[in-house]
Antibody
Framework: EVQLVESGGGLVQPGGSLRLSCAAS????????MHWVRQAPGKGLVWVSR????????SYADSVKGRFTISRDNAKNTLYLQMNSLRAEDTAVYYC???????????WGQGTMVTVSS | DIQMTQSPSTLSASVGDRVTITCRASQSISSWLAWYQQKPGKAPKLLIY???SLESGVPSRFSGSGSGTEFTLTISSLQPDDFATYYCQQYNIWTFGQGTKVEIK
């Protein structure tokens, strides 16, 4: 079964750090671009970051640039999001998603909740 | 940056109704437009890609059309399972619309 499973969310204080993981299974992980998308409580979907298939190229939303780092370990079939200098406005469910070139985001994880609060 | 604007924000409809949601791009995105359905507490689900291609396993009552800057998602006969929030997304740089909530009338 093709699957993405996120982990690593939780409660963190403002200014703190957290690393999210997304474990992939059921497909050739190293062949796909991957993304992180977040959704604040009661709000819409917001694209956060993407990484190409071999990890050599990344991009970020302006709201997280310089604070978040996306990476991947193709040997471990795992995507990461290192989040530093967290702010209250980063509070959201974070989803990882597979990017099939012509079919957009065809597979999504179940999401992991990040709460930034003192 | 390309902005995506959906209308309406909320739509009240009854089972069996034909429903249309519009998504407009601030500049041409060719046919690089996807539609997703999201239910409360769940991850989004891909319905339509490349503006009009139906994702495998998605019921044929869902259809998409358009190109350039104006796109539509149509549900031909609304079913109880279709009450949800729908998002468009341009996938040149992956911006989402703000969402359209389809509610029971």
């Amino acid at each position: 079964e093709v699957q993405l499973v996120e982990s690593g969310g939780g409660l963190v204080q403002p200014g703190g750090s957290l690393r999210l993981s997304c474990a992939a299974s059921g497909f050739t992980f190293s062949s796909y671009w991957m993304h992180w998308v977040r959704q604040a409580p009661g709000k819409g979907l917001v694209w956060v970051s993407r990484i190409n298939s071999d990890g050599s190229s990344t991009s970020y939303a302006d709201s997280v640039k310089g604070r978040f780092t996306i990476s991947r370990d193709n040997a471990k079939n795992t995507l990461y999001l290192q989040m530093n200098s967290l702010r209250a406005e980063d509070t959201a469910v974070y989803y990882c998603a597979r990017n099939e070139v012509s079919r957009a985001f065809d597979i999504w994880g179940q999401g992991t909740m990040v709460t930034v609060s003192s | 940056d390309i902005q995506m604007t959906q209308s309406p924000s909320t739509l009240s409809a009854s089972v069996g109704d034909r429903v249309t949601i519009t998504c407009r791009a601030s500049q041409s995105i060719s046919s690089w437009l996807a539609w997703y359905q999201q239910k409360p507490g769940k991850a989004p689900k891909l319905l339509i890609y490349k503006a009009s291609s139906l994702e495998s396993g998605v019921p044929s009552r869902f259809s998409g059309s358009g190109s350039g800057t104006e796109f539509t998602l149509t549900i031909s006969s609304l079913q109880p399972d279709d009450f949800a929030t729908y998002y468009c997304q341009q996938y040149n740089i992956w911006t989402f619309g703000q969402g359209t909530k389809v509610e029971i009338k």
